[in-house]
């Protein structure tokens, strides 16, 4: 590959998101739309560090509900039973599936976890201006992409459960308002991991010379 | 091939680095020289596999979305449901918004992805490919994070593990057909490069776009 570090924006130009057609736009602060595909042009994605703060502060708050409340309402001739996301794991770890058991805790309380203090974690360094580890930082955010829809998990579980256990007046289960919470974290990292520019990581390099090893 | 030979440039959509592609050998893959983001792969040269793999993924996913999924029998009662019947009764037993999610996640978001690649498929057998798959394109970019099949799937798996403690569950025909699918998508992603496609759409203002340096591919003349 080349050697030569030049970005598109220091050589004016901008890079479509969905089409990758580099083009140069006549205004660089207000770069239109993509001549090809249609997409918006952005050099840097408009207000990505304040939306991504947004989201990642809103999907926070809804973190609490989402593990304190219960996901499913169980109804048997006992009696109605509530089910946290966390007492939802320990029923598959007693049923003697503890792969199983361990795959819901990553993918429903570690996942979701992880993901809001990586975002944050970005995002203080890019405004921080960190020139170090950007590589393992941008691999940092690839790997927030791809995995980030593994938390839907639970929120699928939920579904399945309600619409087969309906046998009324034996067995029936409906949705608790965790659920709901809960969803809304995943789609509020997803859209956070979505609307932050991974090119902002690499911007404060541009004042030093770089290094490439 | 003349294009492949050409080396477009291209800036690294994680870090905006400016780079050409050297010519990849078969099932090579190019990364960026500076975050290590995958930028190229050289899929397979004949274009009619990702056809038959996309017509083959479109029946499964009919039949994936009409048969039932699986059976719950509990003492001489049973029901049976479809992945569209998990949207519908998180939205009838309270819980309306997250039942759009799921219908989304597990439904609509997989199929109009399908579609897109389906539509694209045939567009770039034209030659030069029609404009109006630029903005599948698009529409493909955004579908691809919120289809999410294989996670449906796994929910399946889990719920089912944790419903047969109490009753006797049987898995459907439906289910074999999203396990089919689960495994088509990606092979399908394998086969079918969206860039190579990209490169022969005709503009909108009519042109076939010459895939060379920056400097050429510079923006539309209207603006």
Same mark, same amino acid.
């Given at each position: 590959?080349?050697?030569?570090?030049?970005?598109?924006?220091?050589?004016?130009?901008?890079?479509?998101?969905?089409?990758?057609?580099?083009?140069?736009?006549?205004?660089?602060?207000?770069?239109?739309?993509?001549?090809?595909?249609?997409?918006?042009?952005?050099?840097?994605?408009?207000?990505?560090?304040?939306?991504?703060?947004?989201?990642?502060?809103?999907?926070?708050?809804?973190?609490?509900?989402?593990?304190?409340?219960?996901?499913?309402?169980?109804?048997?001739?006992?009696?109605?039973?509530?089910?946290?996301?966390?007492?939802?794991?320990?029923?598959?770890?007693?049923?003697?599936?503890?792969?199983?058991?361990?795959?819901?805790?990553?993918?429903?309380?570690?996942?979701?976890?992880?993901?809001?203090?990586?975002?944050?974690?970005?995002?203080?360094?890019?405004?921080?201006?960190?020139?170090?580890?950007?590589?393992?930082?941008?691999?940092?955010?690839?790997?927030?992409?791809?995995?980030?829809?593994?938390?839907?998990?639970?929120?699928?579980?939920?579904?399945?459960?309600?619409?087969?256990?309906?046998?009324?007046?034996?067995?029936?289960?409906?949705?608790?308002?965790?659920?709901?919470?809960?969803?809304?974290?995943?789609?509020?990292?997803?859209?956070?991991?979505?609307?932050?520019?991974?090119?902002?990581?690499?911007?404060?390099?541009?004042?030093?010379?770089?290094?490439?090893? | 091939?003349?294009?492949?030979?050409?080396?477009?440039?291209?800036?690294?959509?994680?870090?905006? =680095?400016?780079?050409?592609?050297? @010519? +990849?050998? /078969?099932? *090579?893959?190019?990364? $960026?020289?500076?975050?290590?983001?995958?930028? &190229?792969?050289?899929?397979?040269?004949?274009?009619?596999?990702?056809?038959?793999?996309?017509?083959?993924?479109?029946?499964?996913?009919?039949?994936?979305?009409?048969?039932?999924?699986?059976?719950?029998?509990?003492?001489?009662?049973?029901?049976?449901?479809?992945?569209?019947?998990?949207?519908?009764?998180?939205?009838?037993?309270?819980?309306?918004?997250?039942?759009? =999610?799921?219908?989304?996640?597990? @439904? +609509?978001? /997989?199929? *109009?992805?399908?579609? $897109?690649?389906?539509?694209?498929?045939?567009? &770039?057998?034209?030659?030069?490919?029609?404009?109006?798959?630029?903005?599948?394109?698009?529409?493909?970019?955004?579908?691809?994070?919120?289809?999410?099949?294989?996670?449906?799937?796994?929910?399946?798996?889990?719920?089912?593990?944790?419903?047969?403690?109490?009753?006797?569950?049987?898995?459907?025909?439906?289910?074999?057909?999203?396990?089919?699918?689960?495994?088509?998508?990606?092979?399908?992603?394998?086969?079918?490069?969206?860039?190579?496609?990209?490169?022969?759409?005709?503009?909108?203002?009519?042109?076939?776009?010459?895939?060379?340096?920056?400097?050429?591919?510079?923006?539309?003349?209207?603006?």
């Amino acid at each position: 590959m080349t050697a030569a570090t030049v970005t598109a924006r220091s050589a004016r130009l901008v890079s479509c998101r969905s089409c990758r057609l580099l083009s140069r736009p006549a205004s660089f602060e207000r770069a239109g739309f993509c001549p090809r595909c249609g997409d918006r042009l952005d050099v840097r994605r408009h207000g990505s560090i304040q939306n991504t703060w947004a989201l990642v502060v809103a999907a926070a708050v809804c973190y609490l509900p989402a593990n304190a409340l219960p996901v499913l309402n169980t109804t048997t001739l006992a009696g109605t039973e509530g089910d946290t996301i966390l007492s939802g794991v320990a029923i598959l770890y007693r049923s003697g599936s503890w792969p199983l058991a361990l795959l819901v805790l990553i993918a429903s309380v570690m996942i979701p976890l992880g993901k809001l203090m990586s975002l944050a974690y970005l995002l203080v360094t890019v405004q921080r201006g960190s020139v170090q580890g950007a590589r393992d930082r941008t691999r940092l955010y690839r790997m927030l992409v791809l995995i980030g829809r593994w938390s839907m998990l639970d929120v699928f579980v939920c579904a399945v459960s309600v619409s087969l256990v309906q046998l009324q007046p034996l067995m029936s289960v409906t949705p608790g308002p965790g659920v709901f919470f809960f969803a809304s974290v995943v789609v509020l990292t997803m859209l956070a991991a979505e609307g932050f520019d991974p090119r902002l990581i690499w911007d404060s390099q541009e004042k030093q010379p770089i290094r490439h090893g | 091939m003349r294009d492949r030979l050409l080396a477009p440039a291209l800036a690294c959509p994680d870090c905006d =680095l400016l780079q050409r592609l050297p @010519v +990849l050998p /078969p099932r *090579g893959r190019a990364a $960026c020289a500076r975050c290590g983001c995958i930028l &190229a792969r050289q899929t397979t040269s004949s274009s009619d596999w990702p056809l038959a793999l996309a017509l083959a993924a479109a029946i499964l996913f009919v039949i994936a979305n009409t048969l039932p999924l699986m059976d719950l029998s509990v003492v001489g009662r049973s029901t049976s449901t479809t992945i569209a019947g998990g949207a519908s009764e998180m939205w009838l037993r309270g819980d309306p918004v997250t039942g759009v =999610l799921v219908a989304f996640c597990a @439904v +609509l978001a /997989p199929a *109009g992805y399908l579609l $897109c690649v389906l539509a694209l498929l045939v567009a &770039a057998r034209c030659s030069p490919a029609p404009a109006w798959a630029a903005y599948l394109i698009r529409w493909l970019r955004r579908l691809q994070a919120w289809s999410m099949l294989e996670v449906m799937l796994l929910g399946i798996l889990v719920a089912l593990m944790k419903i047969a403690q109490t009753a006797t569950v049987e898995t459907g025909l439906g289910m074999l057909a999203l396990g089919t699918l689960v495994i088509l998508y990606p092979a399908i992603l394998q086969k079918f490069n969206v860039h190579e496609i990209a490169r022969k759409i005709v503009w909108t203002n009519g042109a076939t776009p010459r895939a060379q340096g920056p400097h050429d591919r510079t923006s539309d003349p209207a603006q």
